[in-house]
């Protein structure tokens, strides 16, 4: 995730298709991070869909109780089915490379999804997953206020972290990374995502953040990965398009949107 990368505003498809020098150039947007500085992050892993290589993770999260972690609803949607299982899902705690086997994998008892989420819309992107096992030693991280407006103000610097891809062709990073982006005003992130082909931005349930240059992003695999400001959790991962495009900031799913429905489930 982290598209450390930079303007790669071509589609991935499009690899044929000269780009102008511009837009190869690369620019690193993030680092190397570990759990053990941010313990709640964690990954969600289905070595059964996904295979071991990367310890079958494919969306990210964050524990905000003991028992329950918070990600985004699409990590268990499909565009062609809908709703789907991962099986053998598990939450892996306390590992920040994915091909070795430090921390824990948990089994996961049930999986709630915002009842208003909408795949198509992209809105309410939020899930709960109770976990089989508490992980009571490990700090958790604290949840935004429902309606709470100070945190989304535009250019506050926010982190986001996540195993994803870090170039929008598929390079998914075996590490833990994490990179910081400004908020984005949400006039400037309509216009980005006016709806059609790019997606309809919504501010009611969304907030965006990248630098106006592009080149820091989360990216695919990122998914429901956690967006922190002054240590809480206020974004979650959610789509954009593309990945660090200069035109097109990433959308997060706007937790103070969610955070009471959330609440009532933990
Ligand atoms: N939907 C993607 C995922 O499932 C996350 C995409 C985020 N994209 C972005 N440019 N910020 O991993």
């Not at 589609?11 to 190397?32: D, F």
């Not at 499909?78 to 994998?105: H, N, Q, W, Y």
């Not at 891809?165 to 590490?175: A, E, H, I, K, L």
């Not at 931005?201 to 240059?213: K, S």
Request: proline share 6%; with cysteine; glycine share 14%.
């Amino acid at each position: 995730m982290l598209a450390l990368l930079a303007a790669v505003p071509v589609p991935l498809v499009a690899l044929g298709t000269a780009a102008p020098a511009e837009a190869q150039r690369r620019v690193v947007g993030g680092s190397a991070v570990s759990t053990a500085d941010h313990p709640w992050i964690v990954a969600l892993s289905s070595r059964q869909q996904f295979g071991s290589g990367r310890s079958g993770q494919f969306c990210g999260g964050a524990l905000v109780t003991p028992t329950k972690v918070v990600t985004a609803a699409h990590c268990f949607y499909d565009e062609a089915r809908g709703r789907v299982d991962r099986p053998g899902l598990k939450v892996i705690v306390g590992r920040d490379d994915m091909r070795g086997t430090s921390g824990r994998e948990v089994a996961v008892r049930s999986v709630w999804i915002h009842p208003d989420y909408s795949f198509a819309a992209n809105m309410n992107d939020v899930a709960v997953l109770t976990l089989a096992e508490s992980q009571g030693a490990l700090p958790v991280v604290e949840l935004v206020g429902q309606g709470e407006t100070e945190p989304y103000a535009a250019g506050t610097t926010t982190q986001v972290y996540g195993w994803g891809d870090t170039t929008g062709r598929g390079d998914y990073s075996p590490v833990l990374r994490g990179v910081s982006v400004p908020v984005v005003p949400d006039q400037v992130c309509a216009q980005a995502y006016p709806g059609g082909q790019d997606g309809r931005f919504d501010a009611r349930g969304m907030v965006c953040a990248g630098e106006e240059r592009g080149g820091k992003d989360a990216c695919q695999g990122d998914s429901g990965g956690p967006m922190i400001v002054d240590g809480r959790l206020v974004g979650l991962v959610s789509w954009g398009t593309g990945c660090a495009e200069a035109a097109h900031p990433g959308v997060y799913t706007r937790v103070s949107s969610v955070a009471d429905a959330v609440r009532s489930v933990l």
